[in-house]
C-alpha cells in the first residue's frame, strides 16, 4: 500500500505560507487602496482637517491613529489565508483519513489484511509496519484462543458423552447392585474429570488476567509447604522427594505461587518412576528447580508441554489422569510474575523445569509470614 507522507505534505503547506507571508503587508495596502477607491466614503475628511463634532467615534479614531485602517487590512488578510489553511490541513492529513476505512474493515475473519507501507522511514511508513505488526501479535493470540476454546471444547465432549452413555444404560436396563456401583464408580471419575479440567481453565483464566495483588512472599516456605503435602504421594508411589530451600522473596500472589509450585512438582511426581527422585530447590537465580527422573524426552519435544492440553504419552506412576494444563498453567502463572519459565532434558532421564522472578530489594521489600 502506497502511503504518502504527511510530513512532506506540512513541509508543502508551510513552504507556501512563508513563500506568501511577506505579501501581507502589500495586500493589505491593496485592500485598503480598493477600499478608499470603491468602499463607502461616511468617515471621509477634508485634508490636513480634523473631523467635526457631530463626526462618529470611530472616524474620529481613524483620524487621531491613522494605522488603524492598516491593522484592520492585515487582520482581514490573515484571516484569509487562515481560512485557506483549513482546507491545505486536511490535505496533509488526508493520508490518515485514508488508512481508517482499511483499518476499520479488520475483522476475524480477515486478520491476514496488512497495510505493508514498505520499507520507508518517515511518520506514515513507521505506524504503518507499527499497525502491522500490531495485527501480527493479534492475529497470533486470536489463532491460539480459538486453537484453545477448540481443544477445550474437545477435552470437555469427551467425558460429557461418557456420562451420556452411562447414564443411558442405566436407564435402559435393570442392573445388579455390582453394577450399579461399577455405573457410579464411572461416573464419579468422569465428573471428576470434567472439574479439573474446569478448574484448570479458570486457573489459567485468572493467571492470563495478571495479578490483583503483589506482596512480598516467601518461595522457599510455599514450596517446604507443597513438598509436605505431596510427601505421602511420593513415598506410595517409591519416589524420593530431594529439597534444598534457601530463602527467596518473590512479589506476587499467594494462591498463584502455590498453584505454581504445585503443578511442577505433580508432573513431576507423575512422570516419574518407582525408586526415582524429585529434587526441588528454591535459591536466588533461579528462583526455584523442578528436577524429575523419569522418560526420556525428547529435546525437540520439551517445548511443546508447555502448550495446553499436551501430554506426555511415556509411563506414568499416576494414571489419575489430568486436563494437560498443568505446564500451561505453571508458563501462565510465572509470566504474570513477569519471570520466565524454561525446561530443558537430556533425552534420558526426566525433566528439568527451570523458574526465575525478578529480583527483590530485601532492604525495602516487607516479608510474608504466612
Known sequence: MNLPSPARRMLLVVGALLLVAPFVTTAADLLLALWREF???WCATPDLRAPGDDAPFVCVQVFRR???PLAIAVTIVLLALFAAAYPAVRWCLRPLRDIVPVIADVGPQNLGHRLRPGPGRDELAVLGRTIDEMMNRIAVGYEAQRRFAADASHELRTPLAVQRTLIEVGLTRTLTDDQLTLLAAQLLETNERNERLIEGLLV???SDRGLLTRVPLRLDRIAAMVLDAHRGRAEQAGVTIVSRLGPRLVVGEQVLLERLVVNLVQ???KYN???G?????VGTDPALVVENTGDDVPPDEVAALF???RRRSGRRIDHSGGAGLGLAIARSITRAHEGIITASSTGRDGLRV???FPAVDTGTAGTDDG
Open 273 to 275: 518412576r518407582p525408586g
Open 307 to 309: 502448550e495446553p492440553f
Open 277 to 281: 527422585t524429585l529434587t526441588v530447590q
Open 354 to 356: 527451570q523458574v526465575t
Open 39 to 41: 468602499g463607502p466614503s
Open 66 to 68: 491613522p494605522s488603524i
Open 267 to 269: 508432573n513431576g511426581l
Open 204 to 206: 489459567l483464566s485468572e
